[in-house]
């Protein structure tokens, strides 16, 4: 065991270090009982809310929730995945470690890890991991709460590693640490990263297996595919459950087949809409962002500083200050996206030595790194290079189902430190001297004239004013009443603000880039030992990006846990609703300007709006079709909408109406009327009544018996819910001849099934989204449980896959024990 610290020492004081940095960036705010406050988390509490209360009192997360959009499966919001070993080994890194001092230590030790396997010293090993773990994009994800997005990029460099371990023919340990890294990656729930992630490993593995063909080692290679294919699919059964219900389920959501056909359908026939999923498309010249990182502005929160123009002449102008400042701050960012949280900022540091990594990096993993970011950065593109984008979206199966390709830009980030670091390794072990200090001469004149243009020239490169400058100026002489002279000169100085920001982060990127020459020369000249030119890089490289990094994710970003939960706090009308003791009704709140991107009254009852990306594509065509242009009250009501909330637009103030009309929980209806199509059922919900008919499409017509339509509504005809859990509800029915039913529920038949008196019986879809069903006559005991395959079976695999991927690293962990004695006197020797 003594042996073992001493051989490890090295990794151990590193490991120490990592967690040193990762409770440093936090300090603060940890110190002072603060947490972090995240607009996703904030919205995924509201979405868990009846998650959580029913897991409080029975210990049990049902797997189907009413809380929004009339309800669905709880697997893209939160489920339990017991039977999965990574579940665990989450569980365990949240509770050891706070959030987010967890994330970022994940990417530390997973880059770490990736490094080592590139054979870099340990230190050196360590500036690397700190170049990709404090990569901006990183930190801004954490800020806007996207937590399993942060979690699949921290697998990205581990998973990476253990291909490469494979690759070398060291299958056994490969393959494992393959399967439990891809396993980790799968169960982190964010399937566009690892999309991309799968997209750059093929490029990969196409440069593998063109160089074992042309080495004539086809076998080995084939036989690293070999294990590589067995570690994958050990990775699949281990995620089984969390797999095969979110494949299941999306096939219903935006991302699946379209139901409308006519002009008013909402998206194409598969996958998302093509201007949806380009909204957030990065623009050409926001690359140079990798470089300097406020070289479009920021983002659309960065702050305008004292010295800002703009605010000068808004104030002058009567302007409040706090008012001025904040619409300069909101006006700084001037690429074409909507608004973003910041820039891909990759480092001065990092982005000299990629340049000179592609002049000297002889390993052939460079033409890896060099493939898969020219193709994230094209992809990233979206609408701004729509040759390359659409042929992906259209043909490339699975790319259409993600939104905000900018995204891609993920596996920049993450290729751009590898080839950085090894571009240092090779100045280090290298001895033709002279080559390097050429190269190196070349990087630095390359990267460090780019930047005096932008300090000198930014013009040349960059307008500084957006694609809708014009309409800005407009917008601003309206508000100046007609001022088109203040309108033009806050315009003018807003742009003149965007430059200084520019210049400003140029001389800053300039000095990093000198730091780092100056460092090579060091190294060139063997003026300094490796390991202290390693360690001088890391601490460059952390000012560097720990700095830009705290523009994003500062101090301010956290709350005290008291704030965090007043965001909680019941207006008088929500204590109103509360105290309503119906088990199952739904609220439509238009107070938060769309209720169908806000989950905030979702934590206080179920609505009828919500905040999901997944959300259930029939009740997204609803809502295109019946909520766009006005609210249709049919379909409120037919939603069981018992209560309304609206805003006064003179004070501001919540104001609440209950609903008379609202159908209620389940109804009998006088009358069946049959539609052809998803486009016919959708019109004839547009104006009808909902609680006397019921619009059923034809496919189902074998299921209504003749005798059924046309209720008797005398007084002893009764149906009602006498038992409400998320995933069972009870009804009781009591009528003198058989009827049709409604059902206020979603339809979802992927798990749903119905019992009358214990006995299994069907049911249908009516009023475009509803549960419907022929209720026979007489006293009857209705029953709706959800008990999806998907989960339950996926469940037993995963728990198969657990055990067997727990035995696969305990073999390669024995065997590689049994390889130490054989390598200890080598290791002596040297």
């Known amino acids: 065991m003594n042996n073992w610290f001493k051989r490890n020492s090295v990794h151990l004081i590193i490991v120490a270090i990592f967690i040193a940095i990762s409770f440093a960036y936090f300090i603060t705010p940890l110190t002072q009982g603060k947490v972090l406050f995240q607009s996703d988390v904030s919205q995924a509490q509201s979405m868990q809310k009846e998650i959580n209360d029913v897991r409080a009192a029975t210990g049990k997360s049902p797997l189907w929730t009413n809380q929004m959009f009339g309800g669905m499966p709880a697997y893209q919001i939160w489920a339990p995945f017991p039977s999965n070993i990574t579940t665990h080994v989450i569980d365990v890194l949240k509770t050891v470690f706070p959030n987010p001092v967890d994330t970022v230590l994940l990417y530390l030790l997973g880059a770490y890890l990736l490094f080592s396997v590139l054979r870099l010293s340990p230190?050196?090993?360590?500036?690397?991991?700190?170049?990709f773990a404090f990569s901006s994009y990183n930190f801004i994800y954490i800020t806007a709460g996207h937590s399993n997005q942060a979690y699949a990029i921290a697998f990205f460099a581990p998973l990476l590693a253990g291909i490469i371990l494979t690759l070398r023919g060291r299958y056994l340990l490969g393959a494992?640490?393959?399967?439990?890294?891809l396993a980790m990656e799968i169960r982190s729930n964010h399937v566009q990263m690892t999309y991309y992630l799968l997209l750059s490993i093929a490029i990969l593995l196409g440069i593998e297996l063109y160089h074992a063909i042309k080495e004539k080692q086809t076998k080995p290679f084939l036989k690293s595919i070999g294990f590589l294919a067995a570690g994958i699919m050990l990775a699949i059964a281990v995620n089984a459950g969390t797999l095969w219900t979110t494949y299941e389920y999306s096939q219903y959501t935006i991302r699946g087949k379209a139901n409308l056909t006519t002009k008013g359908a909402a998206g194409p026939n598969h996958g998302l809409d093509k201007d949806y999923a380009?909204?957030?498309?990065?623009?050409?010249?926001?690359?140079?962002?990798?470089?300097?990182?406020?070289?479009?502005?920021?983002?659309?929160?960065?702050?305008?500083?004292?010295?800002?123009?703009?605010?000068k002449i808004l104030t002058d102008k009567g302007v409040d200050a706090g008012q001025a400042q904040g619409f300069v701050s909101q006006s700084l960012y001037y690429g074409n996206k909507p608004s973003t949280f910041g820039p891909w900022y990759f480092g001065a540091a990092i982005c000299f030595l990629f340049i000179l990594g592609l002049l000297i990096v002889k390993n052939r993993i460079k033409w890896w790194v060099l493939g898969a970011v020219l193709l994230s950065m094209l992809l990233s593109f979206g609408k701004n290079l729509p040759f390359l984008s659409d042929f992906f979206f259209n043909y490339v199966p699975m790319y259409n189902k993600f939104r905000a390709v900018e995204s891609t830009l993920v596996i920049a980030a993450f290729c751009f430190p590898i080839l950085a670091l090894l571009a240092v390794n090779e100045v280090i072990t290298n001895t033709d001297k002279a080559f390097i200090f050429k190269r190196a001469k070349i990087a630095f004149y390359i990267t460090g004239g780019l930047l005096l243009v932008m300090i000198g020239v930014p013009q040349i490169l960059l307008s500084f004013r957006a694609d809708e400058h014009a309409a800005f100026v407009a917008n601003l002489t309206q508000i100046f009443k007609g001022d088109t002279g203040?309108?033009?000169?806050?315009?003018?100085?807003?742009?003149?603000?965007?430059?200084?920001?520019?210049?400003?982060?140029?001389?800053?990127?300039?000095?990093?880039?000198?730091?780092?020459?100056?460092?090579?020369?060091?190294?060139?000249?063997?003026?300094?030992?490796?390991?202290?030119?390693?360690?001088?890089?890391?601490v460059i490289v952390i000012i560097d990006m720990w700095s830009v990094d705290k523009r994003y994710?500062?101090?301010?970003?956290?709350?005290?846990?008291?704030?965090?939960?007043?965001?909680?706090?019941?207006?008088?009308?929500?204590?109103?609703?509360?105290?309503?003791?119906?088990?199952?009704?739904?609220?439509?709140?238009?107070?938060?300007?769309?209720?169908?991107?806000?989950?905030?009254?979702?934590?206080?009852?179920?609505?009828?709006?919500g905040f999901h990306s997944a959300r259930l594509r029939r009740f997204d065509e609803l809502i295109q079709n019946q909520f766009t242009k006005s609210v249709n009250h049919d379909v409120l009501d037919m939603l069981n909408t018992k209560y309304i909330i609206t805003v006064d637009p003179k004070s501001g103030n919540a104001g609440m109406?209950?609903?008379?009309?609202?159908?209620?929980?389940?109804?009998?209806?006088?009358?069946?009327?049959?539609?052809?199509n998803a486009d016919q059922e959708m019109q004839a919900i547009s104006s009808f009544s909902p609680k006397d008919e019921a619009i059923v499409d034809k496919q189902y017509k074998s299921m209504i018996d003749g005798k059924s339509v046309g209720a008797d509504q005398a007084p002893t005809t009764t149906i009602k819910l006498t038992k409400y859990e998320p995933e069972h509800l009870t009804y009781e029915s009591s009528s003198p001849v058989a009827q049709v039913a409604v059902f206020s529920e979603i339809y979802y038949d992927k798990g749903w099934t119905m019992t009358i008196d214990g006995k299994e019986?069907?049911?249908?879809?009516?009023?475009?989204?509803?549960?419907?069903?022929?209720?026979?006559?007489?006293?009857?005991?209705?029953?709706?449980?959800?008990?999806?395959?998907?989960?339950?079976?996926?469940?037993?695999?995963?728990?198969?896959?657990?055990?067997?991927?727990?035995?696969?690293?305990?073999?390669?962990?024995?065997?590689?024990?049994?390889?130490?004695?054989?390598?200890?006197?080598?290791?002596?020797?040297?």
């Open 123 to 131: 230190w050196l090993a360590a500036a690397g991991a700190i170049a």
């Open 176 to 181: 494992s640490l393959t399967a439990f890294f």
């Open 278 to 311: 380009y909204t957030w498309s990065q623009s050409v010249g926001e690359c140079l962002t990798f470089l300097i990182p406020n070289a479009y502005g920021g983002g659309s929160s960065t702050v305008a500083d004292e010295d800002s123009k703009a605010v």
């Open 486 to 538: 203040t309108a033009n000169s806050v315009a003018n100085a807003i742009v003149d603000d965007r430059e200084s920001l520019e210049r400003a982060d140029a001389i800053r990127s300039l000095i990093f880039v000198v730091l780092t020459a100056g460092l090579l020369w060091l190294i060139i000249e063997q003026k300094i030992k490796a390991n202290i030119a390693a360690l001088l890089l890391a």
């Open 553 to 609: 994710l500062k101090d301010a970003n956290f709350v005290a846990k008291s704030d965090l939960e007043q965001q909680y706090t019941p207006r008088e009308v929500d204590q109103f609703i509360i105290k309503d003791t119906d088990p199952n009704f739904r609220v439509f709140d238009m107070t938060s300007g769309d209720p169908f991107h806000d989950s905030h009254s979702s934590y206080f009852y179920k609505t009828v709006g």
């Open 657 to 676: 109406q209950a609903n008379q009309t609202a159908c209620g929980n389940v109804w009998f209806v006088k009358s069946v009327k049959f539609a052809d």
């Open 761 to 830: 019986s069907p049911y249908f879809r009516a009023d475009y989204l509803l549960r419907a069903a022929v209720i026979p006559i007489g006293n009857h005991t209705i029953k709706f449980d959800f008990h999806p395959t998907s989960y339950y079976a996926g469940e037993n695999i995963s728990l198969a896959g657990s055990i067997l991927l727990v035995l696969a690293l305990g073999g390669a962990a024995y065997t590689e024990t049994k390889k130490k004695p054989a390598a200890k006197p080598t290791a002596k020797k040297a």
